[in-house]
T-cell receptor, first 113, second 116 residues
Framework: GNSVTQMEGPVTLSEEAFLTINCTYT??????LFWYVQYPGEGLQLLLK?????DKGSNKGFEATYRKETTSFHLEKGSVQVSDSAVYFC????????????FGKGTRLSVIA | DSGVTQTPKHLITATGQRVTLRCSPR?????VYWYQQSLDQGLQFLIH???????AKGNILERFSAQQFPDLHSELNLSSLELGDSALYFC???????????????FGEGSWLTVV
């Protein structure tokens, strides 16, 4: 079934550093791809999505491009801020019927001033 | 703000007790999902309702039950609570069902349950 592999953290960066969080997927067809973010003590928020190959999702300075050639959806940000400290989850729809979404294990990002 | 509303935000209760968590989906969304997030188990899918009918079951314990009402709000009932049930319970909603093409699932802020 559909699956996602996400780089393990934690990732610690200095403010204004460049961020990449790797996500690769295995899927039947070309499903939508998602990044969700969970800030400390908060719920899960949709950060961005891409619905077809070569689409670029973007939000809050974050970007991710749906690459079918490399089956990847890496999350990038050019200059991180302390407020970006959170756990980031890559996800895609399941094709197994017992769960709507397949999530990666999450990558914890800590940004230090 | 995702538009998914969950109450209560925090709840502390004793072992053996029963609690009800409530969820109002985004306006127009017919699907409601429940997830449990704990430190040791990560994010676990519990159950999915679409327009009042159960559509999929995940790792939901027999002590737990849910329903979706005609006005589309949903409740998750947790009974005979154990210490291990302490977790963050998310409700999520979407227009279509689960993995339908283009379907996007939006999560609420969660209900923090602490069992003491």
């Amino acid at each position: 079934g559909n699956s996602v592999t996400q780089m393990e953290g934690p990732v610690t960066l200095s403010e204004e550093a460049f961020l990449t969080i790797n996500c690769t997927y295995t899927a039947t067809g070309y499903p939508s791809l998602f990044w969700y973010v969970q800030y400390p003590g908060e719920g899960l928020q949709l950060l961005l999505k891409a619905t077809k190959a070569d689409d670029k999702g973007s939000n809050k300075g974050f970007e991710a491009t749906y690459r079918k050639e490399t089956t990847s959806f890496h999350l990038e940000k050019g200059s991180v801020q302390v407020s970006d400290s959170a756990v980031y989850f890559c996800a895609l729809p399941s094709n197994s019927g017992n769960t709507p979404l397949v999530f990666g294990k999450g990558t914890r990002l800590s940004v230090i001033a | 703000d995702s538009g998914v509303t969950q109450t209560p935000k925090h709840l502390i209760t004793a072992t053996g007790q029963r609690v009800t968590l409530r969820c109002s989906p985004r306006s127009g969304d017919l699907s409601v999902y429940w997830y449990q997030q704990s430190l040791d188990q990560g994010l676990q899918f519990l159950i999915h309702y679409y327009n009042g009918e159960e559509r999929a079951k995940g790792n939901i314990l027999e002590r737990f039950s849910a329903q979706q009402f005609p006005d589309l709000h949903s409740e998750l009932n947790l009974s005979s609570l154990e210490l291990g049930d302490s977790a963050l319970y998310f409700c999520a909603s979407s227009v279509a069902q689960g993995s339908s093409p283009g379907n996007t699932i939006y999560f609420g802020e969660g209900s923090w349950l602490t069992v003491v």
